[in-house]
Structures are given as C-alpha cells and as structure tokens.
C-alpha cells in the first residue's frame, strides 16, 4: 500500500499521504496542517515474517537462560523477548511484572505485592517460582 508517513518541519505534525508508486518522488507533498512544504518522510517499522521453528530456534541457547535466578533484570528481558517473540499482547499484568523484574525487583517481591494475580488458582504464575 503505497501511504508514505511524513513530519512536517514547521508545525512539527506527523501525517500520512496515499502516493501512487508510479508518482512517488514526482509530486509535492505539503503538511494538510499548516500548508508547508518543508516536510520529510519518515520510515516505518518493518515486519519480517518468521515460522515458529525459527522463533523458538532463539531461544534454544541454553547460555542465555544462566543466571536468571540471581537476574530479576535478566530474566525480565528474557520474558520481554519472548513476549515480542509470540507476537501477541500479554496483558497489563504482565506488562507490569515485567516491568518489575527489570527495574531489579525480586520474584518473591513482586508475588507478594500481587498476591491476587498468582493466587487466582490458574497456572499463571506455575513457572515463575521456578525461579
């Protein structure tokens, strides 16, 4: 789909034009906002599709996962990493767990300042005593 995502320079707005690809770098694109012509694209985040082999192939360094029950920071990136591996938004609590772990704050401190998230009697939290 050819919409280019620009900022303007002068009234420092973001905004985003459908440009033919056959037109782009041929026309001029002006800020809808304040008219001006002093704008410059921005590129957009990429996505690059992988298959659940590759995803999970990662993770099989075993080095990665050594320390993680001394590293409340380590193992909050490991669990932000695989977060953003599975592709799917893991919800508030778990946001702010991890959050937790990576600002140096212990499993056992983070249990027991959410004591209604892991004492739900579901499987949430099953592996975070692991460590």
């Known amino acids: 789909m050819p919409d280019y995502d620009y ?4 009234c420092h707005k973001r905004f985003v034009r459908f440009i033919p690809y056959q037109d782009y770098g041929k026309v001029e694109v002006a800020c809808p906002h304040c008219g001006s012509l002093e704008v410059q694209r921005r590129i957009g985040r990429i996505r690059v599709t992988r298959s659940e082999d590759s995803r999970l192939e990662s993770f ?11 590293d409340p920071r380590a193992l909050g990136r490991m669990m932000r990493k695989m977060s953003s ?4 938004e893991m919800g508030s609590e778990f946001n702010e767990v991890v959050d ?5 704050q212990s499993p056992d401190d983070i249990e027991q300042s959410l004591p209604d998230y892991f004492d739900d009697g579901s499987d949430a939290a ?5 460590f």
């Open 126 to 130: 099953s592996g975070f005593d692991d």
């Open 100 to 104: 937790r772990l990576e600002a140096g």
């Open 85 to 88: 591996e599975v592709g799917e």
């Open 60 to 70: 099989s360094d075993m080095d990665d996962l050594d320390g993680l029950e001394e």
């Open 7 to 10: 900022l303007c320079q002068t």
